[in-house]
């Protein structure tokens, strides 16, 4: 196996035995780098602040990471204008965030006789935002509600 040193040094090609006496020599641990190499390699090293450092990559990449979160606007037919704005605004916001937007249409006693006017909204809501999103999942009824939803471009 290829040996490496503590401090990075390349000790070269010595057998299993050699490399750990050394390992302990230096007080250190002998670990297996990359075991596909011809022939491995192996690095004495302290394991334990070898796993911290792993570990503190490993949580500074998920800090760095966006979970994209799924918010949901749920409207009425027969939402008035000023409402349909706040709706409107606080999609935006979400969009801009990246976040994914789901919108729940519910229908209430007679107004599933007029599902039309709950297209018409949901036609309205996807020219209003044709901009800055794009439709994930068309328009589909699950009992006496529609639900729609839209990503960000």
Not at 37 to 65: F, M, R, S, T, W
Not at 127 to 150: I, L, S
Request: hydrophobic residues 35%; proline residues 4%.
């Amino acid at each position: 196996m290829r040996l490496i040193a503590n401090n990075g040094d390349n000790m070269g090609v010595v057998d299993r035995d050699t490399a750990i006496r050394k390992a302990e020599e230096a007080g250190f641990d002998l670990v297996e780098i990359s075991p596909g190499a011809a022939p491995p390699v192996c690095k004495i090293l302290d394991l334990g602040k070898y796993k911290y450092e792993i570990q503190k990559k490993e949580n500074e990449a998920k800090k760095k990471q966006k979970v994209i979160e799924v918010k949901e606007l749920k409207v009425r037919p027969t939402i008035g204008a000023h409402d349909y704005d706040v709706k409107m605004r606080a999609m935006k916001r979400f969009i801009e965030e990246g976040d994914k937007v789901k919108i729940t249409l519910r229908f209430r006693g007679r107004e599933m006789m007029h599902q039309e006017l709950g297209s018409a909204l949901l036609e309205r809501i996807r020219n209003d935002n044709a901009e800055t999103t794009k439709v994930e999942q068309e328009p589909r009824m699950e009992g006496r509600q529609v639900v729609m939803v839209f990503a960000p471009k």
